[in-house]
């Protein structure tokens, strides 16, 4: 099976989500739910540039780096130290 091809907006360089269509798309696209990308509107505009960059930014805070541990690892961790004392 191929991609799912979600039907684009009319017009890409605005995010309306007035149309159930064009926020199914952003949704997808932007990889957030509808409440973050209305939170996102909210605070940014509806023009799409600035919405992806607020999500790239945003995406690229929460990322660890290859040497930190992530959370599970880190409560896993702790059960262990405490289990050995």
């Not at 191929?2 to 989500?17: E, F, M, N, S, V």
Request: glycine share 4%.
């Amino acid at each position: 099976m191929g991609k799912i091809k979600w039907p684009r907006p009319a017009d890409l360089r605005r995010i309306d989500l007035s149309d159930p269509r064009d926020l199914r798309y952003w949704v997808h696209e932007l990889r957030c739910t509808s409440e973050e990308l209305g939170a996102a509107l909210r605070e940014m505009g509806d023009n799409a540039g600035r919405i992806r960059k607020y999500f790239r930014d945003r995406k690229s805070r929460w990322r660890r780096t290859e040497n930190e541990p992530s959370r599970a690892r880190k409560a896993v961790q702790r059960i262990v130290i405490r289990e050995e004392v």
